[in-house]
């Protein structure tokens, strides 16, 4: 399973590359949306993990402009915990929204979750698994 997270905090991506590796998913990287979108395009990951607020673009940005070209599966992991803006995320066609920080179980099973719903992953690849806290 590839998993892209994009995120503007390299301490944030690194993190979670620690996690989801340690899953034996292959993990990519990217610190702006623009990167993050060029490498959506060049690797197809199986899910998009993305951060609201970035200075280049934000996640709603992101997410909007991901939806012109992918279905890909979109987990929005932020800190923002206002419904407002949570629905404002899902309405740009963000998939699922965690609230960081999240339990590292909790994240493995969202991830599974999209996945497992989403036709164009294959879901014999690799299941997660993983027990901690993030």
């Known amino acids: 399973m590839k998993i892209l997270v994009i995120d503007d905090d390299p301490a944030m991506t690194d993190l979670l590359k ?3 590796v340690s899953t034996d998913a292959e993990v990519f990287t990217a610190n702006s949306g623009a990167e993050g979108l060029k490498k959506i395009k060049e690797i ?6 993305l951060d609201l ?4 673009m ?4 992101i997410t909007t402009e991901i939806r012109t070209f992918s279905s890909v599966p979109v987990m929005i992991l932020s800190v923002i915990d206002n419904p407002g803006l949570v629905a404002r ?3 740009a066609g963000a998939d699922d929204y965690l609230i960081k920080p999240a339990p ?5 099973a969202h991830i599974n979750n999209l996945t497992r719903r989403n036709p164009l992953v294959d879901t014999n690849a690799s299941t997660l698994h993983l027990i901690g806290a993030v």
């Open 18 to 20: 620690l996690i989801l």
């Open 44 to 49: 197809s990951p199986s899910v998009v993990i």
């Open 53 to 56: 607020m970035m200075p280049d």
């Open 58 to 61: 934000d996640g709603w940005q």
């Open 89 to 91: 995320a899902l309405d």
């Open 104 to 108: 590292r179980n909790v994240l493995i």
